[in-house]
């Protein structure tokens, strides 16, 4: 019974752990930070800094968690985005091109000022890093929301 009960806390204290670090079936490199502004957000996404802007660099690094489902409004970037996906699989779509889906791994280039969305798959969740160049131009406009129809790939 004692050998019972010792296996036991070690099964729950290992899934413990395994919680930190696991969520929606991905490896965290980062915690999830502050939630997305809602109104630029479909889903649960989640915003954590990482350089932050300044004039001797003139740029924007961060990590955003987004849970399956979620993903960003329509938008642009004045001066471009870089994405690297670090874990998870999700979408990513330029206004008038088939959406792609993208995977831990892949590296995305948003032009500047070209309207895109990007976001989690819709059972897998996505974890990115984004870099913001030439922050001087400007970071992001927002636009609406995008449709169920347009997440879901339906024509
Ligand atoms: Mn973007």
Redesign the pocket.
């Known amino acids: 019974m004692r050998i019972a009960f010792s296996t036991l806390v070690i099964l729950i204290l290992y899934g413990t752990a395994c919680q930190n670090k696991q969520v929606s079936g991905i490896q965290q490199i980062f915690p999830n930070g502050e939630p997305a502004p809602v109104e630029y957000f479909t889903g649960r996404a989640f915003n954590l800094g990482l350089v932050p802007n300044d004039s001797i660099y003139n740029t924007v690094v961060g990590n955003v968690y987004f849970e399956p489902g979620a993903r960003?409004n329509w938008?642009t970037?004045p001066a471009g985005?870089i994405l690297i996906i670090t874990d998870g699989v999700g979408y990513h779509q330029i206004k008038g091109a088939p959406r792609q889906t993208i995977r831990k791994g892949d590296v995305v280039k948003?032009p500047p000022n070209v309207m895109?969305w990007?976001g989690a798959s819709i059972d897998t969740g996505l974890q990115q890093i984004y870099i913001l160049p030439n922050t001087e131009k400007g970071i992001v406009q927002w636009m609406h929301p995008v449709s169920d129809e347009e997440y879901n790939n339906v024509k």
Request: glycine share 0%; aromatic share 0%; charged share 0%.
């Open positions: 960003s938008h970037h985005q948003c895109h990007h």
